[in-house]
């Protein structure tokens, strides 16, 4: 935003919503690939069909000003309470010829202010968003804090005053109310400040750039070749989510770092794109936009070039309030002037904390409605302040070099580099398709008739420029030790021992800072590459911020659970028989496992009766011998924590001959049978009748391509017809098992004398004690 030829007092201040957060952008790990073809048409992103109400509402009240001989007024009045003013009228084109000002009174002082100069804005759309149904003129809003009361006084010059004037006051409300109502809110506490890390896009050789139609024609400048540095791929970590925050918003919170001295920077010898690390930012959740009121807006798939702005406002606000000037700009922008959102990608206030602005415009190219004749393919990034009146700081000059070095560096550009620019539409200073050649992280004023982004600020770009080479790179958490990792989280006892690395030299980092939920637990000297950290019971977040000699940032954040409890045990370890083939020295059986855990389970060990590590399952299947054994478990959660259980069973093999015989049966002999010996009937009805008392049990048969059916009774009640036959020959086969309570049960099997193959050949009986 901001300012043509005269400075007024202007726009905004905002109440951070308690609850809120910062996320932590990371980019896809690919780049535009060299030789992609143009974008000829951006896309138009439809707005939600069921967006979400904000948390904190804004409410817009207007009055309407009727001129009188060229001038306009409302003498001072009660109103509703606002915080953000100004004055519109019906058609954008039609700017009032002469001075708006105005005057507020406070609610909590109950004063008059002097009367205030508003200006007429200078920031807008281009293309369809210009000319859409319902798009208003206006000046920059004024931010006037609390207030109920309100003067105006237009006095017009020769060309009169437009059609359509009102003045429009907006309410942004507060977190206390979720609408109008009483005092503003404490800041909210630091969230976390981890972050995931994505590799980094490729970066493409100088002179690989493609021209993508934004507004105008983009042209390169030449420049000299530079050496192509390394690609340093980062390893993706676990990202934390703010619990209260919903599933839809990562919410994580770097303090902004010591800023850096706002002296001269050295310039950069190199232009080869920075592989710079987006700095945190304060969601759209974070300071309750309004999803509801949001349009179309344009997704362009590049950004050429990143503008800076300033909003003109006054400077003396509390970063507390920074939440609530951006909810009253979206508020102004959207229902006052009629754009799709809020014009800006990007706001940062001067504490240097960083805004999302624009819906959609962090992690792709969304137009902004800022620099008219340059909102396709390019950015737009506003600093809450005057900057024509005030100096500027390095917390914010340190946002802006990490904002245009990540921002840029995405699409293989860098912020040093320069480029030729043609306006889209004609605005203030160029008429359409008139060129115009200047860095890539350049002033509004480069592009337009205006003062913006302030004559301080804009004095300092060359050495923001310079301080956008001047990141941390490569930054990755290569260990945590101490415990476990499953599904995004590390699970630990009481504490984990953090291993990290940078592709800087140790020289050019200042610290690392260690934060648990968003706290500072530990700080590093820049030569460090690990830290232990303490970790108490419960999910934590735990980020480690690598801080460059200059003040800009970059961060890998992990969620580690603390747990000193040891898994427990829902029932004794069950033992079963299961088919399959028996022998004198192998019986095959699966053991349950019923080892639980209050965070998460890792795992098994198994010592005896044969060693085995297993994962979280529910059950193993195994072979054991028969006769008496004793089965120790070892259930092991994933921080490291153990519980072990034992138990005796015995496997016992009953031969055939302990079976009483019913009917017609002989013996069959062969060392291929259970212990040589089986028992074969073909008369129907012919029954073996065993007895035992156990909590398993088998029937084993031999099979062969002429052997048949048998009905089984358990305990008297008919519970399985088998049939026997098979392709081929095979002995000792479990081909009916069943886990019972532990009592003394019988076992029937009554030949079903099936016809062509009436045979049954039985093997004897297993069963577990």
């Keep these: 935003m901001q300012r043509k030829l005269a400075m007024g007092i202007g726009t905004a201040v905002a109440v951070l919503a ?92 109950g004063r008059w202010t002097g009367w205030q100069e508003l200006e007429k804005s200078d920031t807008g759309p281009d293309g369809a968003e210009a000319s859409a149904s319902g798009r208003r003129g206006a000046t920059e809003p004024l931010w006037a804090g609390p207030s109920d009361g309100v003067a105006v ?36 506490a630091s969230a976390d400040p981890s972050a995931s890390v994505s590799p980094e896009p490729a970066v493409p050789a100088p002179g690989d750039e493609e021209p993508i139609e934004g507004d105008g024609p983009v042209e390169d400048v030449t420049e000299e070749p530079v050496a192509e540095p390394a690609v340093v791929e980062e390893t993706p970590v676990p990202v934390a989510e703010d619990p209260a925050a919903g599933a839809d918003s990562v919410i994580q919170q770097v303090a902004p770092a010591q800023a850096a001295s706002t002296g001269p920077v050295p310039e950069p010898t190199s232009t080869v794109p920075v592989k710079a690390q987006f700095p945190s930012y304060f969601t759209r959740k974070a300071w309750s936009a309004d999803e509801t009121i949001v349009g179309s807006v344009t997704d362009a798939k590049v950004v050429n070039a990143v503008w800076v702005h300033h909003t003109g406002t006054s400077n003396d606000y509390d970063c507390s309030e920074s939440a609530a000037i ?22 940062v206030d001067k504490c240097g904390r960083l805004f999302e602005g624009r819906r959609g415009g962090v992690e792709n190219a969304i137009a902004p409605a800022a620099t008219v004749g340059f909102n396709t393919g390019y950015a737009a990034i506003a600093v809450i302040g005057n900057f024509e009146t005030a100096a500027s700081n390095a917390a914010i000059e340190t946002i802006l070099a990490q904002v245009g070095a990540a921002r840029l560096g995405k699409y293989g550009l860098n912020p040093t580099s320069r480029a030729t620019f043609a306006a889209g539409v004609a605005n203030g200073k160029l008429a359409k398709d008139e060129k115009i050649t200047i860095p890539r992280l350049a002033g509004h004023r480069e592009a337009d008739a205006t003062l913006c982004p302030g004559a301080s600020l804009d004095a ?21 030790a101490g415990g476990g990792y499953s599904g995004g989280a590390y699970y630990v006892k009481t504490a984990a021992w953090l291993t990290w690395a940078v592709a800087n030299t140790a020289t050019d980092i200042a610290r690392f800072d260690v934060y648990l939920d968003g706290k500072v637990v530990g700080t590093q000297p820049g030569t460090a590459t690990g830290a232990k950290v303490d970790i108490p019971a419960g999910a934590h977040t735990v980020t480690v911020l690598a801080v460059h000699t200059s003040g800009t940032t970059a961060r890998v954040g992990v969620t580690i659970h603390g747990d000193t409890t040891a898994p427990t045990y829902r029932a004794v370890l069950p033992l079963d028989l299961v088919s399959g083939t028996y022998s004198t020295t192998s019986v095959p059986v699966r053991l349950g496992l019923t080892g639980t855990d209050n965070v998460k389970l890792a795992g098994y060990t198994v010592s005896r009766p044969r060693a085995a590590n297993l994962g979280p399952v529910g059950s193993w299947t195994t072979t054991v011998r028969p006769g008496a054994a004793t089965w120790t478990v070892t259930a092991k959660d994933t921080a490291g924590n153990t519980r072990a259980a034992s138990m005796s069973r015995t496997v016992v093999l009953s031969a055939e001959t302990s079976a009483k015989k019913t009917g017609t049966w002989s013996s069959r002999q062969s060392k291929s049978y259970l212990g040589g010996k089986a028992l074969t009937s073909a008369k129907k009805n012919a029954k073996l009748t065993y007895t035992f008392t156990g909590r398993s049990a088998a029937l084993l048969f031999s099979r062969g391509t002429k052997t048949g059916k048998a009905y089984v009774y358990l305990d008297g009640r008919k519970v399985a017809t088998i049939d026997t036959r098979s392709g081929a020959t095979r002995y000792r086969q479990a081909l009916w098992v069943s886990s019972t309570s532990v009592k003394k049960h019988t076992v029937v099997i009554v030949v079903a004398g099936t016809s062509g193959r009436p045979t049954v050949v039985s093997d004897g009986l297993a069963y577990i004690r």
Aim: glycine residues 12%; charged residues 20%.
């Design 18 to 109: 308690a609850g809120g957060g910062v996320a932590v952008l990371t980019w896809p790990s690919a780049g535009t690939p060299a030789g992609a073809a143009p974008v000829i048409a951006p896309a138009e992103l439809p707005p939600d069909p069921s967006p979400a109400p904000p948390r904190i509402r804004t409410e817009l009240n207007s009055l309407d000003l009727k001129p009188s001989g060229g001038r306009a007024e409302i003498a001072q009045r009660d109103t509703k309470r606002f915080s953000l003013l100004g004055i519109s009228w019906s058609d954008p084109a039609a700017e009032p010829d002469g001075t708006i000002e105005v005057r507020t009174r406070g609610v909590a002082s």
């Design 460 to 480: 300092r770009l060359p050495d923001i420029r310079a301080r956008s080479q001047q990141m941390v790179t490569g930054m990755t958490l290569t260990k945590v």
């Design 326 to 347: 951006v909810r009253s700009i979206q508020s102004n922008d959207v229902k006052v002037k009629g754009l799709s959102d809020l014009g800006y990608n990007y706001m």
């Design 153 to 188: 006084r237009i006095a017009g010059k020769q060309n009169g005053l437009p059609a359509g004037l009102r003045l429009d006051l907006i309410d942004p409300g507060t977190e206390k109310t979720g609408g109008r109502g009483a005092g503003e809110p404490s800041p909210s």
